[in-house]
């Protein structure tokens, strides 16, 4: 069956522009993940949804980042005034439920943001 | 959440078994050990997990000490397109699931 999907798999932008980064989980998924990699910090967690509701936003590094999920499927990350430490590989992952039975996690291939 | 160690970097010959170790010292009770991997250019892509019990599926094995403050990812027969970052997450089942990734061991199979 279909995977995660996002959209684009590569942009370029410049400096103070905004993005709009898209998420389309494996279908019937009710727990979605934004992380974020950069070259020498890793995969960082950016932020949880449950449903359409997001309880644990503790990883957006700033105001600039803000996600939204719409009909418990697909999600965007919206980047305003992007800088140039923006620039990483945003990945997306879903699971079936999260708790309990700690189903694992499964990515998309991101999307490679590069801001000029 | 507890924190993992792992090498940096390991290499195997093609055909034989890799065996990638974990420390996870402070791992609570109702702590999962989780396995990934990342080819490069690619997400992560799940591997096996284990509570307690040592757990084998159609990619891995995973052997979790009786004390449960290590682990290791064994692959039966690597091959070169096993060449990738293994990484050792532990993971809360109460929490909200989010992964906690370390710098992982690259594992590069030789031919």
């Known amino acids: 069956g279909a995977g995660v999907s996002q959209s684009p798999s590569n942009k370029v932008t410049e400096k103070g522009k905004d993005v709009e980064l898209r998420c389309d989980p494996i279908?019937?998924?009710?727990?979605l993940y934004w992380y974020r990699q950069s070259l020498g910090q890793g995969l960082e967690f950016l932020i949880y949804?449950?449903?359409?509701?997001?309880?644990?936003k503790s990883g957006l590094p700033s105001d600039r980042f803000s996600a939204e999920r719409t009909g418990g499927s697909v999600s965007t990350l919206t980047i305003q005034r992007t800088q140039q430490e923006d620039s990483a590989v945003y990945l997306c992952a879903s699971s079936p439920q999260t708790g309990g039975k700690n189903q694992p996690q499964h990515f998309g291939d991101g999307t490679r943001l590069s801001i000029l | 959440d507890a924190k993992t160690t792992q090498p940096p970097s390991m290499d195997c010959a093609e055909g034989r078994a890799a065996n990638l170790p974990c420390n996870h010292s402070?791992?609570?009770?109702?702590?999962?050990v989780y396995w990934y991997r990342q080819i490069h250019s690619q997400g992560p892509q799940y591997i096996i997990h284990?509570?307690?019990n040592n757990e084998t599926n159609e990619m891995a094995s995973l052997i979790i000490t009786e004390d449960r403050k290590s682990s290791t990812l064994i692959l039966p027969h690597a091959t070169l397109r096993d060449t990738a970052v293994y990484y050792c997450i532990v993971s809360r089942s109460s929490n909200t699931g989010k992964l906690i990734f370390g710098q992982g061991t690259t594992l590069q199979v030789k031919p």
């Open positions: 949804f449950q449903g359409n509701s997001a309880p644990d």
């Open positions: 402070t791992i609570s009770g109702n702590e999962y």
């Open positions: 279908s019937g998924h009710t727990a």
């Open positions: 284990g509570l307690k």
